[in-house]
């Protein structure tokens, strides 16, 4: 390989001191390590990496002309769809192979080519996490890096809804059998009795059998008297049952359901300059309602609007775990719904004064180790979350107030700012059992969920 390739020129001026000036492709293959030493890869990685830099070579030597090229750019960017790296969320050589040999071309490619609705927008947006993420590592300068405009998205692919499209063959089905003919209904024919309708015949069988008016001459000896007949005795209606009203829960932080939420990937809003569209694996099942299914990985994922837009970079939004609100009630914002709400954390206003959202922000973070789905509760308050809060009870507008952060930057829950859980608040009772002071928030297994600097904060 010599250094005219561009591949073996971006990592030697990005990690001068783990690769040698006389390195092979198949030397290549074996440097993910080398860069990336906190991350293990598996064999299956490993393979995985070899095969993606052997793409990479094949993008280099295709012409832009051949048809062949575009099939590989669509395979690639399909690859990407559901993928923050090409493994999946770890680093390797192989994403900056692809982006070093990618980035000439990606350079020229017009903004409907590059975000439009038939254009490579995973590949560009791959490139742009490569060569700005710090987990890369990459040494570049501002006027060596691909021009990404990321308030230009042309087009925003809607998530397939299991239940949308379970509807839509539905529908399909019964076009076609209404396409084969309606089925004619049976003629129905009149019965015995002169041609006489139902209607008619049920007229002189109800006059036959009405009793006849007495007669004011007297019954000769063949008459036959017919007794009358008594008249059966009404039954006292019994009073229904009271329903009983609906046992109250009890006012409690448990009935948030916040859970580990694994970022796949982020987006500018395409309608509003403050919000982020995140894709976010939350741990629901499939079928679950507001949630769709990425085809490749068979993932389950939300799709969560934030307003996080110009004060988290959207670097720090991609492939990461945050800690997300699930059942708060969907709401479309600007266009798209939002089926989620993550959670970050603020400097507390002082009393009186306005608040001008300009930060700063922090994201919430779970212990490294947890999964995505994972329950987090407050300590001292464990139970059973709500399916879905219902907003005219205000419980989220109730208990969020006791969100904060400690000075150990753990974000915790002070239960002494809820009136109704306060010992010394005027509440009316109808919350848990009331405590003092507050827990911090963590999983079953104990790990804290922290955020980076700001004490006594809010979160929300």
């Known amino acids: 390989m010599s250094t005219s390739d561009p591949l073996l020129r971006l990592l030697q001026q990005s990690f001068p001191l783990a690769i040698l000036h006389n390195a092979?492709?198949?030397?290549?293959?074996?440097?993910?390590?080398?860069?990336?030493p906190d991350i293990t890869y598996t064999d299956t990685e490993k393979a995985e990496i070899n095969?993606?830099?052997?793409?990479?070579?094949?993008?280099?030597?295709?012409?832009?002309?051949d048809p062949k090229t575009g099939e590989l750019l669509q395979t690639i960017n399909s690859h990407l769809s559901a993928r923050t790296t090409l493994l999946g969320s770890k680093p390797s050589v192989a994403d900056i192979a692809l982006y070093a040999r990618l980035a000439p071309t990606i350079a020229k490619w017009t903004p409907d080519e590059k975000t439009g609705e038939h254009g490579y927008h995973h590949i560009v947006r791959h490139a742009d996490f490569v060569q700005n993420a710090p987990a890369f590592g990459l040494n570049l300068?501002?006027?060596?890096?691909?021009?990404?405009?990321?308030?230009?998205?042309?087009?925003?692919?809607?998530?397939?809804?299991?239940?949308e499209e379970k509807e839509r063959k539905k529908k399909e089905k019964a076009a076609a059998s209404n396409a084969n003919g309606e089925h004619e209904k049976p003629l129905v024919v009149g019965g015995q009795g002169g041609g006489k309708g139902r209607k008619e015949k049920a007229k002189e069988t109800n006059a036959a059998e009405q009793p006849k008016e007495e007669s004011t001459t007297p019954a000769t000896a063949n008459d036959t008297a017919t007794p009358p007949q008594p008249k059966r005795e009404k039954k006292d209606k019994q009073p229904k049952a009271q329903k009983q009203p609906p046992k109250e829960t009890p006012l409690?932080?448990?009935?948030?359901?916040l859970r580990v939420g694994h970022i796949l990937k982020a987006i500018n809003h395409p309608n509003a300059d403050s919000l982020y569209v995140s894709?976010?694996?939350?741990?629901?099942?499939?079928?679950?309602?507001?949630?769709?299914?990425?085809?490749?990985?068979?993932?389950?994922?939300?799709?969560?609007?934030?307003?996080?837009?110009?004060?988290?970079?959207?670097?720090?939004?991609?492939?990461?775990?945050v800690i997300v609100v699930c059942n708060l009630k969907p709401v479309t914002m600007r266009g798209i719904k939002s089926a989620a709400m993550v959670?970050?954390?603020?400097?507390?206003?002082?009393?009186?004064?306005?608040?001008?959202?300009?930060?700063?922000?922090e994201l919430v973070s779970p212990p490294s180790d947890?999964?995505?789905?994972?329950?987090?509760?407050?300590e001292g308050w464990a139970g059973e979350p709500e399916s879905v809060l219902n907003p005219k009870k205000k419980i989220w507008e109730s208990i969020q107030p006791g969100f904060t952060t400690t000075k150990g930057l753990e974000v915790a829950f002070d239960a002494g700012?809820?009136?109704?859980l306060s010992p010394s608040g005027e509440g009316e009772g109808k919350g848990e059992a009331k405590k003092n002071g507050g827990g911090k928030l963590v999983t079953a297994a104990g790990g804290k969920c922290v955020v980076k600097s700001l004490t006594g904060a809010v979160v929300r």
Not at 24 to 36: C, G, M, N, R, W
Not at 300 to 311: E, Y
Request: charged fraction near 25%; hydrophobic fraction near 30%; aromatic fraction near 4%.
């Open 24 to 36: 092979s492709t198949a030397d290549i293959a074996q440097l993910s390590p080398k860069f990336y």
């Open 51 to 65: 095969q993606w830099l052997t793409t990479s070579t094949r993008v280099t030597t295709a012409s832009e002309d």
């Open 141 to 163: 300068r501002e006027d060596e890096k691909i021009e990404v405009n990321v308030n230009d998205v042309r087009y925003v692919q809607k998530p397939i809804d299991p239940k």
């Open 252 to 257: 409690s932080p448990c009935l948030i359901d």
């Open 279 to 321: 894709t976010i694996v939350c741990g629901d099942p499939e079928g679950t309602d507001n949630t769709s299914v990425h085809e490749e990985t068979g993932q389950v994922v939300r799709t969560v609007c934030s307003g996080l837009n110009g004060l988290v970079p959207l670097d720090e939004m991609q492939g990461r775990k």
């Open 343 to 361: 959670l970050a954390a603020s400097p507390r206003l002082a009393d009186g004064a306005e608040d001008t959202h300009g930060g700063p922000v």
């Open 370 to 378: 947890s999964k995505a789905g994972e329950r987090v509760y407050f």
């Open 417 to 420: 700012v809820i009136p109704q």
